[in-house]
């Protein structure tokens, strides 16, 4: 499976939105009826951290500007009003059950 | 609060094996996936490779040949040796959790994260 996003660079205006794509090469839906898709956020010289899991949960702690949406192959993490903070790099990744791995988009850099 | 903490040399010479520990505190090591991810410099994540707490692993295919992970559920630890490095394995390297599964609940994505370790490739 690979993951596509875009764009690879984005420029927003503070307080506007933002959208991010991530495409799949193949449907993500797993035999238990599940999306394993995943948004993670970097910020400079951060660790990643988690932000949307089963590609529309946002994850505990986590702001509700930011929402996952999408099915099947296509995917997109959207913020509702950019802020400072949302500054880094934004990635999409998928596990699979059987047998169990990872894979990450190749991300996409969110500049203000 | 479960935190993850990444330990080992950062610099290593070529040809020579990388060896890396993430210490797990906090919380149980039990029935988690714990993966190892790493970032060359200036570049995205790559996923290393995965143990669950049984012992039961997956790697990326591109690295199997040179990758062992193992788990010590008595220390909280889990560790990556990485043979035969080159300079394109110079990464920041992390840990993180990477899923749950008792039998009855499961989830796989990455929920918690080392703070990173710089490791060189370099004589």
């Known amino acids: 499976i690979v993951l596509t996003q875009t764009p690879l660079s984005s420029l927003v205006t503070l307080g506007q939105p933002a959208s991010i794509s991530c495409r799949s090469s193949?449907?993500?839906?797993?035999?238990?009826?599940?999306?394993?898709l995943s948004w993670l956020q970097q910020r400079p010289g951060q660790p990643p951290r988690l932000l949307i899991y089963?590609?529309?949960n946002r994850f505990s702690g986590v702001p509700d500007r930011f929402s996952g949406s999408g099915a099947g192959t296509d995917f997109t993490l959207k913020i509702s009003r950019v802020e400072p903070e949302d500054v880094g790099v934004y990635y999409c990744?998928?596990?699979?059950?059987?047998?169990?791995?990872?894979?990450f988009g190749q991300g996409t850099k969110l500049e203000i | 609060q479960v935190q993850l903490q990444e330990s080992g040399p950062g610099l290593v010479k070529p040809s020579e094996t990388l060896s890396l520990i993430c210490t797990v505190s906090g919380g149980t090591i039990s029935s988690f996936y714990w993966t190892w991810v790493r970032q060359p410099p200036g570049k995205g994540l790559e996923w290393v490779g995965y143990?669950?707490?049984?012992?039961?692993?997956n790697y990326n295919p591109s690295l199997k040949s040179r990758v062992t992970i193992s788990v010590d559920t008595s220390k909280n630890q889990f560790s990556l040796r990485l043979s035969s490095v080159t300079a394109a394995d110079t990464a920041v390297y992390y840990c993180a959790r990477g899923g749950y599964d008792d039998g009855e609940y499961y989830y796989y994505h990455m929920d918690v994260w080392g703070k990173g370790t710089t490791v060189s490739v370099s004589s």
């Open positions: 990744m998928h596990s699979t059950q059987f047998p169990h791995s990872y894979t």
């Open positions: 193949q449907t993500l839906v797993h035999r238990d009826g599940n999306t394993y």
């Open positions: 089963k590609s529309s």
């Open positions: 143990i669950y707490y049984s012992g039961s692993t």
